[in-house]
C-alpha cells in the first residue's frame, strides 16, 4: 500500500542535543509537510517542501529545520531542542499544492512523538 | 483571514446514539473541507471530504454536507460505537493563500 512512514515513532533526546525525525512516501506526492502537535493541539504547521522549493512558515524557529533529498524523503532537523519542543511531529504529503483542488487532501504518517530530557 | 471553528469537546455518548460534531468555516473563496480522525498515539487519517458547495462526503457511516449558505461543515453519525471514540479535527484548504487550516478538535468518547 501507498503509505507515509515516519521513523522512529517515539524520539528521545537530550536538551540542546541535535535530533532528526525521517519521514518517507510512496505515494510519489510533490508537496510533504511537517507538523508540530502538541497534546490537545491541532497540528501546526513548520513548513513545507513543493517539490525543492520550501517554505517556511513565519512564526516557525529558526531552531527546526527541514531537508528533502528527494522526492521521497524528507527530514526534521531540530538544532537544539528545548522542554518546548516535546510534541507529536506529523509528516504529510499531499499530490499537489493547496491551490489545486481536488489534488489538495493531505495525507499523513503516524508521527514521532519527541520527548526532550 | 481564512478559520476553521469546531464544538469543544469532549463529547461523550453512549454506544447507538447519533452523533453531530459543529464545523463552521470563514474563507474567501470556495475552499475544499475535509474531516480527519486521530486514534490515540496515532497520526491524522483522512475521514470525508467534499471539494464544492452541497457536495456530501461520507465514509464509514460518518457524513457530512458543504453548506455554502451557513458555512458549516457539520459531521454525523447516526449510530456510534465505542471503536469511533477518537479526536475528530475538521480542516479547509484555502486556494488564495495556499493554506491548509485545522479546526482545534473534538474529542469523542463513546461507552459501551
Known amino acids: 500500500d501507498a503509505m507515509v512512514i515516519q521513523n522512529p515513532r517515539y524520539q528521545v533526546t537530550q536538551f540542546g542535543k541535535p535530533v532528526t525525525l525521517s519521514c518517507s512516501q510512496t505515494l510519489n506526492h510533490n508537496v510533504m509537510y511537517w507538523y508540530q502537535q502538541k497534546s490537545s493541539q491541532a497540528p501546526k504547521l513548520l513548513f513545507h517542501y513543493y517539490d525543492k522549493d520550501f517554505n517556511n512558515e513565519a512564526d516557525t524557529p529558526d531552531n527546526f529545520q527541514s531537508r528533502r533529498p528527494n522526492t521521497s524523503f524528507c527530514f526534521l532537523d531540530i538544532r537544539s531542542p528545548g522542554l518546548g519542543d516535546a510534541a507529536m511531529y506529523l509528516c504529510a504529503t499531499s499530490r499537489d499544492h493547496p491551490a489545486t483542488r481536488g489534488t489538495d487532501t493531505q495525507y499523513f504518517g503516524p508521527g514521532t512523538r519527541l520527548t526532550v530530557l | 483571514g481564512d478559520s476553521v471553528t469546531q464544538m469543544e469537546g469532549p463529547v461523550t455518548l453512549s454506544e447507538e446514539a447519533f452523533l453531530t460534531i459543529n464545523c463552521t468555516y470563514t474563507?474567501?473563496?470556495?475552499?475544499?473541507l475535509f474531516w480527519y480522525v486521530q486514534y490515540p498515539g496515532e497520526g491524522l487519517q483522512l475521514l470525508l471530504k467534499?471539494?464544492?458547495?452541497?457536495d456530501k462526503g461520507s465514509n464509514k457511516g460518518f457524513e457530512a454536507t458543504y453548506r455554502k449558505e451557513t458555512t458549516s461543515f457539520h459531521l454525523e453519525k447516526g449510530s456510534v460505537q465505542v471503536s469511533d471514540s477518537a479526536v475528530y479535527f475538521c480542516?479547509?484548504?484555502?486556494?488564495?493563500?495556499?493554506?491548509?487550516?485545522f479546526g482545534s478538535g473534538t474529542k469523542l468518547n463513546v461507552k459501551p
Open positions: 480542516a479547509l484548504s484555502a486556494y488564495n493563500f495556499n493554506k491548509f487550516y
Open positions: 467534499a471539494t464544492k458547495a452541497d
Open positions: 474563507a474567501t473563496g470556495y475552499p475544499s
